[in-house]
């Protein structure tokens, strides 16, 4: 018999602890602590949360606090290499740095220069994630949208500018309101593996109309329909690469199918900032063949 919890109780204490750990990255993540969030024994809880996460709970919380100095060290300037030692639970910044040059490959300062987050999402390949993302992805036929497009040319970091252009216009034509209208992202370049300079993104917004002639550079476009897996992000869009890798990595190859000749897109189901977004749910979707 496998060690992993199959009951949903147990899901639901796991799915539990690790909400918990999200939430309190700052405060006493120790295995006493954590096995009281459970309710399991101190003994069962160790050896039960490394078979249904697939790591050990230590090697987890380092991981979820070096995953958020990561983003904090690439998003914001004034955030120090000794503020981030010291959000993740290290004692100097020494220790910091030799856990972050061991796990990224790079030093900290070098990783805030110029992020590699194709490495990034090596690390955070933790069998739990996979799981749910198999569990929960499903197969749907995607009709074809219409959508009002304003594509973004440049550095991933400045998607939200353009997302606030695309706002702007939003708000001044009333074609696509956001209240009954649902809002899409297309990547057609993966930001991990793509230059700065060469990445592109589409942010669209649904319409019933054709997109009227304006000065903010929305144009209408399509988004073909046809058959899609599926999958949901909860979180920040920062992390949703740990959802979408899965997909390719592990669903893909023992699914059988087939990828269509167009780019993963996104339905993003939350708005910010009524919504924190380390609480978001986006949807996204693969386009398969057939």
């Not at 749907?140 to 991933?156: D, K």
């Not at 992000?233 to 740990?242: K, L």
Request: net charge neutral.
């Amino acid at each position: 018999m496998s060690d992993l919890p199959t009951h949903r109780a147990y899901t639901r204490r796991f799915n539990s602890v690790l909400a918990y750990i999200d939430a309190h990255l700052e405060g006493d993540l120790s295995v006493n602590t954590l096995s009281q969030v459970a309710n399991f024994s101190v003994f069962h809880f160790h050896r039960q949360f490394s078979a249904f996460v697939g790591v050990p709970v230590s090697r987890y919380v380092q991981l979820m606090r070096l995953r958020r100095a990561a983003h904090r060290l690439a998003a914001q300037p004034q955030h120090s290499i000794l503020d981030a030692a010291s959000d993740a639970g290290f004692e100097s910044p020494e220790a910091f740095s030799r856990a972050f040059r061991r796990d990224f490959g790079m030093t900290p300062s070098a990783f805030r220069k110029q992020p590699n987050w194709q490495t990034w999402n090596a690390v955070f390949d933790i069998p739990h994630f996979s799981r749910s993302v198999i569990m929960q992805s499903r197969i749907i036929n995607f009709p074809t949208l219409r959508v009002a497009a304003f594509e973004h040319r440049g550095a991933p970091g400045e998607v939200q500018q353009s997302v606030q252009k695309f706002i702007a216009w939003r708000m001044h034509s009333g074609q696509s309101p956001v209240a009954s209208s649902r809002t899409f992202g297309i990547p057609y370049s993966n930001p991990d593996t793509t230059l700065a300079e060469d990445f592109r993104f589409a942010i669209c917004g649904e319409i019933d109309e054709a997109v009227a002639p304006n000065t903010f550079g929305v144009r209408e476009a399509v988004i073909p329909g046809g058959r899609c897996v599926v999958v949901r992000h909860v979180g920040s869009p920062d992390h949703i690469g740990e959802t979408i890798y899965p997909v390719y990595r592990d669903w893909l190859p023992a699914s059988g199918e087939e990828l269509r000749d167009h780019p993963l897109f996104f339905h993003y189901l939350s708005v910010y900032p009524e919504t924190p977004q380390d609480q978001w749910q986006t949807d996204v979707y693969v386009p398969l063949q057939g």
